[in-house]
Structure formats: C-alpha cells, structure tokens
C-alpha cells in the first residue's frame, strides 16, 4: 500500500510518499509505516514526475545546494541528450529512494529524505549549441544594477542543479552522483549550499540570518496566479517550454557586523514589518496586508519611503513572483565567515515579473545599507516530464 504522509503546502508538486513504500511496491505496513518511527523525515519522497519538476511548489526543506556547471568543450546537443536522459533517470530514482546502477552508496539513496532535483538551462547553453530557435526570449543575464559587486565566480552557468533534502546526506550524496555522471559532458563551476529553518514561521516563511521573518508575502501558485509561475502556451518560444519556469539566483551578502550595529527600531524600519513576529509596522499580524498609506500623526508614513517591503511590492499585479531563498555562511580557511541569502525566485517571465522590482530595490532600498549582490544567474528551468519521458526531450529531438 502506498502510504501519503503529508500533502505539499502548496498542493500538487509538494506531496510527499514514504521510500520504502514506493521503493518496494507496496511493502509498507499498516499502522506506522517502515522508518517514520525512528527516522523522522528520512523516508519522505515527493514525486519526481509530472507537468513541472518538483523543487519549485514543494515547501522548501532545511537544507539546499545549488550547482551551476557548465558544457565541456565540443559537447553538442547529442551529448547534451544523453546527459539529460542519464539525469532523468538517475534524479527519478534517487528522488524515490531507490540507487541507480551505478550507484556506490545505496543504503544512502535509501533514504532521500524529500530530496528533489530541479533543472535548468542558462543563456550559454543555447549560445554554445547554436539553440537560439529554442531560447526562452527573456533567457539572459540581469542587467547590471548599481548595487551590484559581482563576483564571476558566481555567474551564471549553462547548467543548474538545484537540490533540496530535509538531510543534508542524500542531499551530498546526490549531488556527487549527478556531478559524476555529467563527467565528459559538463564540470561545475560553482556549488553554492544553503539551509533554512522555518522554525514557528507556517508556510514558506522562515527566520533568514538577520533574523527577519522572510518569504511571507508570496503569490498564489497553487492556484489563481498559476500563470504568473509557469510558461504557458501563449508565452512559450517554443512548445517544449510549456509546463517550465524561470529561476534568477543572486547570492546577496549580508553584513551581520553592521546590521547589529543598528537599533531595532531602525532595523523594523528598513523592511518595514516587526522583527518579532514579522506582522506589518501598520498593525496586525504576519499574515495582514501592509496598509502603504498608513501615515504618523506627523504626516509621515509609517512604512518608510525606502522600506524593502514598499519597495518590493508590486506597482502592478504582474510584478510578482515566487520566493524560495536560502541563507549561506561560507568558511573561509582563516577562520572568517560569510553570510548572506541565496536569494532564488521563480516566475514564468524573468523580464516582466521580476526586473521592475530588483530595479527599485537596486535603486533606493533601505536594506542595501547591509546587503550587497555578490552573484547572479538566470535560468530557464525545463517543465517536468512524464514516467518514460526525459527533462528536455521536447526541445532536443
Ligand atoms: C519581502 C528580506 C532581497 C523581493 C521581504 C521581507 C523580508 C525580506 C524580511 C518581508 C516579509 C516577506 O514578505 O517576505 C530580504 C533580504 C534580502 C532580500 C534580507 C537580501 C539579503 C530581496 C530581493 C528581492 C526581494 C533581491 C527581489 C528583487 C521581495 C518581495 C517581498 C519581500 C517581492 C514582498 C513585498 C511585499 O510585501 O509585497 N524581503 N529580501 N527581496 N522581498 Fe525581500
């Protein structure tokens, strides 16, 4: 019997099985099913196939690693089909925690822990191997922003993996398969690990490094802005794009020194929302809209002019996207460490949705005190497939 565990917070991509249930066809026992007693969240599988990849609606869990890699010299589209035949494969598998062939470590795999794997194609992909008739018309990199001090190590790439477990061991695990067997085909070129805790915080919110309660105004994907996450017909440069998605990765630093420096006061007036409980400085709670208008006995707003939520929020219902960040620390040898947010956002149209709020944000939001863009990459993240199918058959044969 299959057993359901749990329903995704956000419906549909976000439903997650039991391994063993899955793995063995129908092994798992009535009452508690094989290891949820002891092992928590080890057994969890949230389903790899259908119309758009997991890893987008599925509620984000603890731990995270990005990988971009990019084509090896001389590889073409034939190459580029194995290698996502090969992945397809491999990614159903390890998703449902069952080790593919080659696989070293399969007490490992056993246990994904609803681990997913999302892909995507970068702008490079499509320059290398000649695909412009397939590229997505807003597949580039992001305008330069004034904010910016990118660093190229962190650009983009003409691959991404991006992984998500609730364990951080087949999360490792998983990523090294993969990575090996794009081996002659693709390298990597960064790999970025993240992690998040939602902590008290319900739905897609969690407690990002300055503490802040962070990802709690988010559009409806489950429902009535559907369109504003997938590429539809309509949009689609090409057929094969139906069911995808567009991912935009910045790596933003964050200066923990100086934040702590600054008063809480001044702190909750930067975002504009309570640091708390994360409800709006207008009054309710998490969930209450901020009231903009809302104005002191002075005349002034009570939502700065510069807040990051005044800034971030939309100027028009199409302005909005998903939210699924990461927070980093990145060790240095010397004993220094890094912080910031992989800040990841999804939405159907980079250009339309998501530039005109990085483009108010670069230019006037109080939050830039502490933070500084350091990496940036867009992607065109290829819808799912069917079992049977492969990731981006449509747009390769
Ligand atoms: C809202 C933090 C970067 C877009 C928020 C909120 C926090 C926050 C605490 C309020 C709660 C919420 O609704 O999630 C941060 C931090 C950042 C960062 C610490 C960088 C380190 C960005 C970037 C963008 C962005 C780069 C997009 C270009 C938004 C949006 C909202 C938001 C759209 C909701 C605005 C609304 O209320 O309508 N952010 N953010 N944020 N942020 Fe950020």
């Known amino acids: ?179 090996g067997a794009a081996r002659g085909i693709a390298t990597p070129r960064w790999v970025q690990p993240g992690f998040r805790d939602p902590g008290e915080q319900a739905g897609l919110a969690f407690r990002n490094e300055f503490g802040q309660v962070d990802g709690t105004v988010q559009p409806d994907v489950a429902d009535r802005d559907a369109d504003l996450l997938w590429i539809g017909p309509a949009s689609a440069s090409h057929p094969g794009w139906v069911g995808g998605s567009s991912l935009v990765l910045r790596r933003i630093r964050m200066d923990m020194e100086d934040w702590e420096r600054a008063d809480r006061v001044a702190r909750e007036h930067a975002v504009g929302r309570d640091l708390a409980t994360g409800a709006p400085l207008t009054g309710g709670e998490e969930s209450t809209p901020v009231d903009l208008h809302a104005v002191l006995p002075s005349g002034l707003p009570v939502v700065d002019r510069h807040a990051h939520v005044r800034r971030a929020s939309p100027h028009a219902p199409h302005e909005r996207f998903l939210r699924r960040p990461y927070s980093y620390e990145q060790v240095g040898t010397d004993g220094t460490v890094e912080t910031g947010l992989l800040f990841a956002a999804f939405q159907a149209d980079p250009v339309r949705q998501f530039l005109p709020v990085q483009r108010r944000l670069a230019e006037g939001d109080l939050l830039n005190i502490w933070t500084v863009p350091v ?19 449509a747009l390769l044969v």
């Open 1 to 179: 019997r299959r057993a359901l565990l749990k329903g995704g917070l956000l419906g549909g991509a976000g439903a997650f099985t039991l391994a063993g249930a899955v793995a063995s066809s129908g092994a798992a026992s009535e009452g508690s099913a094989p290891g949820t007693s002891s092992t928590g969240t080890a057994d969890l599988v949230v389903p790899f196939h259908g119309e758009h990849q997991a890893g987008i609606t599925t509620p984000p869990p603890p731990h995270a690693v990005f990988v971009g890699m990019d084509l090896d010299d001389g590889v073409g589209t034939t190459e580029l089909g194995r290698l996502m035949r090969v992945w397809t494969d491999d990614i159903s598998r390890l998703t449902a925690g069952v080790a593919p062939v080659t696989d070293q470590e399969p007490e490992v795999a056993a246990r994904p822990a609803g681990l997913t794997v999302t892909v995507g194609w970068g702008p490079g992909l499509f320059d290398r191997l000649g695909l412009d008739d397939r590229r997505p018309s807003w597949l580039a990199p992001l305008p330069p922003m004034p904010v910016d001090d990118l660093d190229e190590a962190y650009g983009g790439t003409d691959l991404l993996l991006q992984l998500c477990s609730h364990s951080p061991v087949p999360l490792a695990h998983a990523r090294r398969l993969l990575v």
């Open 375 to 393: 990496g940036s990459a867009v992607y065109a993240v290829l819808p799912g497939c069917a079992e049977g199918d492969w990731l981006g058959r």
